[in-house]
Nanobody
Framework: VQLQACGGGLVQAGGSLNLSCVASERIFTIAAVAWHRQAPGKQRELVARIRSPGTTFYADSVKGRFTISRDSAKNTVYLQMSSLEPEDTAVYYC??????????????WGQGTLVTVSS
């Protein structure tokens, strides 16, 4: 299974971007879908996540500005980003965790899409 992320780009502070992540085939028994990001010189961090059956998590730094969603019929995960700040500049990675039973999961990762927010 391949995850293809797209939608990144250059945007001015205060602007919006919508990221998409499409899986090459349907992934069954999904435990969670998520977006992470990694800024230059920093560790990768969790930005937003939907755990099955539907609880969501947002990092404090993006609450109220970012929205994660999924369309199972299209094998797609979205991240709507608004009121972007220069601090949101990073490579954004989509992640799908598949349940493998007995509490174990397997993580699929997209290749990353660069978001640059200018001040």
């Amino acid at each position: 299974v391949q995850l293809q992320a797209c939608g990144g780009g250059l945007v001015q502070a205060g602007g919006s971007l919508n990221l998409s992540c499409v899986a090459s085939e349907r992934i069954f028994t999904i435990a969670a879908v998520a977006w992470h990001r990694q800024a230059p010189g920093k560790q990768r961090e969790l930005v937003a996540r939907i755990r099955s059956p539907g609880t969501t998590f947002y990092a404090d730094s993006v609450k109220g500005r970012f929205t994660i969603s999924r369309d199972s019929a299209k094998n797609t995960v979205y991240l709507q980003m608004s009121s972007l700040e220069p601090e949101d500049t990073a490579v954004y990675y989509c992640n799908i965790a598949q349940s493998r039973g007995w509490g174990a999961t397997y993580d699929y990762w997209g290749q990353g899409t660069l978001v640059t927010v200018s001040s």
